[in-house]
């Protein structure tokens, strides 16, 4: 658990938009906060603005369960992921916020010889990336998490499993706010409550010039789109359509469990996954509604599932009362990676397909987009992620390692 003091001052809030911005973020999760922070910090770009529709970290960002982790099935998230598991073991340093990032490990249990190939895989391949994932058989599980049951209800029998041994989690709402405030400090301007309804553009490229809200219009030099579920609905005023649906995903937590649950436990086979908070409830989530829709509704169906299949691996969870059930809206891309890039709209970027996974990879992903706006170039971290890779037919496909679905 971090031990570093909170220095954050409290955010400085613009009174209103000024006309004009060299840079104007939609968005107000992660993501683009992240962005602004690395405009500010690294690019010596300060006259920026964020606009959020509704409060900072409303979406997803604030509705996460926080996991943190890069054990990815392909080299290029997995380097991608790696970097940004890094960054987060560093930034509380870095930003002053006590984000409550906690190294525990994740375990990816496997429940049939298919799943042990898949993740003898994964361990491999982390490996060679850089990611420390290593095998385990039932035994080293059970001595790791003294809770399992190995027979999985009897029915999901535990085979083994890969330990991705740097797997962590973070305050999601507390990473938001670090990176809102030091941003705002270097002069980035955040404005809550304030949709964009419109993007503008003109000449005969169809260039992005700016934006409209409800509080008038403002000038942009850039736009970027880090609308979360939101985004083809943003996209679409920038003309640009994009590989991605919107799908609910649902989460809940149990009243206190004594502290003693110290990793994240997960079965992609099942779809599920659970870890502790801070406070000692039991936080679980799984697969993504198949259905796509905006509706963060929660739903019974969702948490009949998600009970059943996590009550045969942790029976102890049985005798827990479920506290609260809340969902997000997913923007999920058909490779089941992310898209971080300029787009066909002169002045449009886009940072979306963070999906069901994105809360782990703001530090990155801010830095990345930061570096493409600042420069013209993505970092090779993110060069592959391009949106014109669905027309190079060069898809990322790693629906495995979601973990949701
Ligand atoms: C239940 C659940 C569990 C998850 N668990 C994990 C996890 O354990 N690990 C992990 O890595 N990821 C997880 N995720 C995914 C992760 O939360 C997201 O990928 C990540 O937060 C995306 O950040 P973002 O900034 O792109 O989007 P968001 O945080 O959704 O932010 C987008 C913002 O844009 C705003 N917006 C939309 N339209 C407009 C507009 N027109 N004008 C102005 N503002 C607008 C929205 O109000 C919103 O605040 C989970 C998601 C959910 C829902």
Redesign the pocket.
């Known amino acids: 658990m971090s031990e570093y003091t909170d220095t954050l001052s409290p955010i400085r809030w613009a009174d209103e938009p000024k006309s004009s911005y060299d840079v104007v973020i939609?968005?107000?999760?992660?993501?683009?906060?992240s962005t602004a922070y690395h405009l500010a910090t690294r690019h010596g770009i300060t006259n920026v603005a964020v606009?959020?529709?509704?409060y900072?970290?409303?979406?997803?960002?604030?509705?996460?369960?926080?996991?943190?982790r890069a054990n990815y099935g392909i080299p290029e998230s997995i380097r991608f992921y790696q970097h940004s598991l890094e960054r987060y073991q560093e930034l509380e340093a870095e930003t002053g916020a006590a984000i409550l990032h906690q190294t525990k490990g994740i375990v990816w249990l496997a429940h049939t010889e298919m799943a042990m190939r898949t993740e003898r895989a994964r361990a491999a391949m982390n490996q060679a990336c850089g990611a420390q994932t290593f095998m385990r058989t039932p035994d080293e599980l059970k001595a790791m998490i003294p809770q399992l049951d190995l027979s999985g209800g009897g029915r999901y029998p535990v085979l083994g499993g890969s330990h991705h041994v740097e797997g962590a989690t973070a305050r999601?709402d507390r990473v938001a706010w670090a990176f809102a405030s030091v941003a705002a400090r270097h002069g980035v301007d955040h404005f809550q409550h304030?949709?964009?309804?419109a993007i503008l553009r003109d000449g005969p490229d169809g260039r992005v010039t700016g934006i409209e809200t409800p509080r008038g219009r403002i000038a942009a030099g850039a736009v970027l789109s880090?609308?979360?579920?939101?985004v083809t609905?943003?996209a679409a005023m920038a003309g640009v359509r994009l590989p991605v649906r919107t799908h609910p995903?649902?989460?809940f937590v149990t009243n206190d469990y004594a502290q003693g649950f110290p990793i994240i436990l997960a079965s992609t086979e099942l779809a599920c996954y659970v870890s502790q908070t801070e406070r000692g409830q039991m936080l679980i989530?799984a697969e993504f509604d198949s259905q796509p829709s905006y509706s963060r509704q929660a739903s019974f169906a969702a948490l009949r599932s998600f009970s059943y299949k996590i009550t045969r691996l942790l029976p102890f969870l049985q005798g827990m009362r479920i506290l609260r059930q809340?969902?997000?809206?997913?923007?999920i891309s058909v490779d089941f990676s992310p898209i971080m890039s300029a787009t066909p709209t002169p002045g449009f970027y886009v940072?979306?397909g963070?999906?069901?996974?994105?809360?782990?990879?703001?530090p990155a992903g801010g830095e990345g987009m930061a570096e493409l706006i600042a420069t013209g170039r993505p970092p090779a971290l993110i060069a592959p992620f391009s949106l014109d890779r669905f027309a190079r037919d060069h898809v990322l496909a790693d629906a495995g390692s979601a973990g949701t679905r």
């Open positions: 939609i968005g107000g999760g992660g993501h683009g906060l606009l959020e529709a509704d900072i970290a409303s979406g997803n960002t604030g509705r996460n369960t926080t996991i943190i999601h304030t949709p964009v309804t880090a609308a979360g579920g939101r609905q943003v995903l649902h989460a989530g809340w969902a997000g809206i997913c923007d940072t979306t963070w999906g069901t996974w994105g809360f782990k990879a703001i």
